[in-house]
């Protein structure tokens, strides 16, 4: 992997970062390296500050400081291009950011010397549907969830998978999960933990009023349809992505799910493995 530009992206309001920050950026100019830096960061390297998505386009490999909501705010930066994501956690639990602050510089080392793992990670393509007018498109790297901002209230949700109907659920929502958002709002839902590499796609009720509706694991190809059946108790419906993007939705309104063509490329921790960071994150054999 030839890299001669690196972007540099950080969580915002991190004036503790700063130091390692500007570090970083003269170590990167010290191997000759081209460096852009978003509008978090770029004041304290001298830099001109970018967008992300302008970072994004301009580097061959993303350093990301912060957590997995700002990884995640990077990856929907990247668009359809193919750049290598190197995230580093500066916070207390990450399941995408897997290299700490401590190991950013030999992580960075074994990435220029090209020893590393480069893992692609699937996503979705979601758009929102009302009648045959599409409202929304997003591409979802975690998951898409479809609930209902109304307090106390439950909805419908009709759910089809390449055009047979699997069930119509009545809970409080609905997350549409990948593989990667196995370990985001569908693990605290009950949903299954996947390994990042599988692909398949999860569907988890939020609070399901029938205990026996359950998560399903369903097919990478799956084609996923959601209607929204006409609830006459009213109240606001939303469908969200990724927590960080969303739109509203009304009563009859269609969500069409499946995986996307466009990947997310994340390097691998050069240091532990899947499943030691599991037990990292989930204090898996502590007593």
Known sequence: MAIRSVGVCLKEEQPQAEETTTELVRWLLARDLEVWADENCASWARLKPLTRAEVAARSDLLV????DGTLLSVARATGTR???ILGVNLGRLGFLTE???????PALE??????IDILSRMRLEVAAWRGEQ???HFRALNDAVITKTALSRMIDLRTLADGVEVTTYHADGLIVSTPTGSTAYSLSAGGPLLIPGLEAIVLTPICPHSLTQRPLVLP?????EIEIVVDTRGGELALTVDGQKGIELRDGDSVRVHRSVHPVDLIASPFRNRYEILHAKLHWGEQ
């Open 110 to 115: 074994r990435v220029l010397a090209d020893e």
């Open 64 to 67: 990301v400081l912060g957590g």
């Open 82 to 84: 193919r750049v290598p």
């Open 134 to 136: 599409q409202i929304g």
């Open 220 to 224: 990478q190809t799956a084609q996923i």
């Open 99 to 105: 290299v700490n602050i401590e190991e950013l510089f």
